[in-house]
Structure formats: C-alpha cells, structure tokens
C-alpha cells in the first residue's frame, strides 16, 4: 500500500507544479477564471523560480511563477495558514510582475495580464459562505461591464470547499479535492482523481518513495516549523491578551516568530544545510544566521 506526503506542503508541492509544467497548465486552466478561448497551452517557470537540489521553504508559504506563450504572467502561492498580510502580498507580487514587463520607454499597449492565485489550507472570511473569491478591476456602478483584464486575484479557500457543485468546473472539482484530500492519512485513493492522467501523475509524485532523504528531511522540518509557529504564536497572543495589551499581542507575535527562525536554523544546521540554503529558508541574513549558531564572523 502507497504512502503519500501532503501536497500542501513546500517541498511536495514545488515538486509537483515547479518540475512538471503540463501539470501546472492543467491545474491553472482548470482554476483560474482565464477566458474560454484561450487556455494556457505552453509555460516556461520565470528564472527566479528554479528548483534547487535540496528544495528549501519559507516557513508557510510555496510559491510558482511562470507565463505562458502570450506572455501573461501567473503566480501561484499555497499557504497553510491565514495571514492578514498575505492579500497583500499577493497583490504587491502581482503589480510587481505588472510594472516589471515594460523597459522604459515601452509602449504600455505591451502589458500582459498578470493573474495571482492564492491558495490558502484556512479560513479567512468565516462571515462568507464562498470558498472561491475572484477580484479584478471593475467599474463601478450597476452596469459593471468595463473591466482592466491586466491585474487579478484569485483566493481559494481550501477548508470551505466542498465537491458538491454541479456549478463548477469538473476538473476544478477534482484539482481541489486532490488538494484536499490527499496527505499522510490517505490509504486510498478515489477512483475519479485517477482517471485524469495529470492528476494520477501528481498523486504518484506525491507518494513517500518519490522523495530522497534529504526532501523528506526538508518536509519533516517544514511540519515541524508550522507547528511550532502555531504553538508559539498562540503562546504570545493568550500571553499579551491576558496582559490586556495591544502591544503585549504585537511583542508576542514577534517574539514567536523569532523563537521559530532560531529553531528553524539549528535543526536546518544540524542538518548540514549550507548556510546559503538556510538564508533562503528563513529570510535571515548571514550575520543573523552565524550569531544563533554562535559561529565567529
């Protein structure tokens, strides 16, 4: 009986969708809201997006960029848990890949649509019963038919999805189930996920024997960070909001964070992680990283 990893997890997930572009097309055609007559056919990942030997992580949070043969631009980024920050951040990457696409001097007639989907394993918006939320520049007014195609995001909320709709999409039904319901506990499969030759790829590139020690060292440590953020953060925050502070909140969040960086570091060290790699897993910079580990400069 296979054994399968999380495909919401950094290194499970990158080796998916940033190694295998047919299987990034079918899931973003199968996703994002792109008109009918022109699905993605053909992605090239954009430079900064090449997988390293030993996949590294920013705590919660993978990420994919690439674009397609007409240009357009889509980033996509999965998120285990909520951040109010992480709208925005989508956001700034995707007005960025916007600005990025002219040199001066360029005619703005060149712009491609730049498309930002987040996917989020949490809850955001408990008040909304919707689980798919679709944003774009629109006039405003009761004739909203005046749109800037140039710039839209896409949030889905994983926990709120329910495969139930006859409304939706069947291959977006059946992405997101994958999503969902594959992880440690599968012993399973269903049937219909592996009738799509794409998503029967992904579910084999999820199995535990497709990843060398080093990647299930690298998805152990991923885990462990999130729990460990989690434990922290909820730490501080029932800390600080017993003190009835604001500020008590602000410092035990920061405090939290920092206990889960230097926690991060030792075991991505005693791993023997370069320092290089740990850098980029955890945003720190060199002279940071060498003072946790006590190392001389």
Not at 60 to 68: G, S
Not at 123 to 151: A, C, M, S
Not at 224 to 230: G, L, Q, V
Not at 278 to 293: Q, R
Request: proline share 5%; hydrophobic share 40%; aromatic share 8%.
């Amino acid at each position: 009986m296979a054994k399968y990893l999380d495909p919401k997890a950094d290194v499970v997930f990158k080796k998916i969708f940033a190694q295998h572009p047919h299987l990034l097309i079918s899931f973003l055609n199968a996703v994002l809201p792109l008109p009918p007559e022109r699905p993605i056919v053909s992605l090239e990942y954009l430079p900064t997006e090449q997988i390293p030997e030993i996949p590294a992580f920013k705590r919660t949070i993978a990420d994919v960029k690439c674009k397609d043969k007409s240009g357009r631009i889509f980033i996509v980024e999965m998120q285990i848990d909520w951040t109010d920050s992480f709208k925005q951040r989508l956001l700034f990457g995707a007005s960025q890949a916007v600005v990025k696409q002219l040199d001066r001097g360029q005619s703005y007639q060149l712009l491609q649509p730049v498309y930002g989907l987040g996917i989020v394993a949490d809850t955001f918006q408990d008040q909304d019963p919707e689980w798919y939320h679709h944003y774009r520049l629109v006039k405003t007014g009761e004739k909203n038919e005046d749109v800037i195609e140039h710039l839209q995001l896409v949030f889905i909320e994983l926990p709120k999805f329910k495969a139930t709709s006859r409304d939706e999409k069947q291959l977006r039904l059946l992405w997101l189930r994958f999503l969902r319901e594959i992880d440690e506990k599968t012993t399973t499969v269903a049937p219909e996920l592996l009738k799509v030759p794409e998503i029967h790829q992904a579910v084999e590139l999820s199995e535990l024997a497709a990843y060398t020690a080093p990647e299930l060292n690298a998805y152990e440590i991923y885990w462990d960070s999130i729990r460990t953020e989690k434990t922290l953060l909820l730490g501080r925050y029932e800390e600080g909001r017993a003190e009835g502070r604001a500020e008590g909140r602000a410092e035990g969040h920061e405090l939290g964070r920092k206990e889960v960086q230097q926690t991060t570091v030792r075991k991505l060290h005693q791993l023997r992680f370069p320092l290089e790699t740990i850098k980029a897993a955890t945003d720190l910079s060199l002279e940071e990283i060498k003072k946790i580990l006590n190392i001389e400069t």
